[in-house]
């Protein structure tokens, strides 16, 4: 039987083109993907956050919690992650303290609080915040009890679509490889890297959120 001669195959100079090819596009779209895959992983945190703080107070306005807390446990040598932890005081428990002239404040001790909301808090996000300490902010029904304890108490300048105002409702998260240049945390200044995003809320538990774009916060 005689063999079709026109049949032809890929000659070695022509496959390491087009090996040379895929190397130089993959090489080109690394850099990229590398940095899509970063700010995925920091909105993600970002939206869990969010959600923490938008769930939290509605149990609070609706008055099954009255008092609550969200508790902070930033980055530290020892741990890889972030955590987020969510305590309240039961209607009775904050009726009796405020009927025997006790003040309410945002205390880290367990022993204050009378109840703890596992399902909502958040454990073991690999991100970084703008806070090297425990820190803790408190919201109450109508916002008349609101507080804040630790780092969180430090004011800062922030640029917002243009605009500057000074506030200490707010939350920086960023990544840990962008954290561990700076201390361990988010630098709040122009040296702080992208991906990063922003958590500002109200006393009465109203959240936006931000995303950095180098030089100012832009709203989400």
């Not at 303290?97 to 109840?115: A, I, M, Q, V």
């Not at 040296?191 to 832009?218: C, Q």
């Amino acid at each position: 039987m005689q063999q079709d001669q026109n049949i032809k195959g890929f000659t070695l100079l022509e496959l390491l083109v087009v090996i040379s090819i895929v190397a130089l596009v993959t090489a080109a779209a690394a850099p990229n993907f590398n940095n899509w895959n970063k700010d995925r992983k920091v909105r993600k945190a970002v939206a869990q956050v969010k959600n923490l703080f938008v769930n939290i107070n509605t149990q609070s306005q609706r008055g099954a919690l009255p008092f609550v807390q969200v508790y902070i446990k930033p980055l530290a040598d020892n741990t890889a992650y972030t955590k987020f932890e969510i305590k309240g005081l039961t209607r009775s428990a904050y009726t009796s303290r405020l009927n025997s002239g006790n003040p309410l404040d945002c205390y880290l001790s367990n022993s204050f609080w009378s109840t703890s909301v596992d399902s909502l808090g958040v454990d073991d996000l690999e991100i970084a915040t703008h806070i090297d300490g425990e820190s803790s902010v408190c919201f109450s029904q109508n916002g008349s009890h609101y507080k804040t304890l630790g780092k969180l108490k430090n004011q800062l300048n922030i640029s917002v679509d243009g605009s500057t105002r000074s506030t200490n409702r707010y939350l920086i998260i960023c990544t840990e490889e962008s954290a561990k240049k700076s201390g361990g945390k988010c630098s709040t200044g122009l040296g702080l890297e992208k991906p990063a995003y922003m958590i500002e809320w109200t006393r009465f538990g109203n959240v936006n959120t931000f995303k950095w774009s180098g030089s100012d916060w832009t709203k989400q």
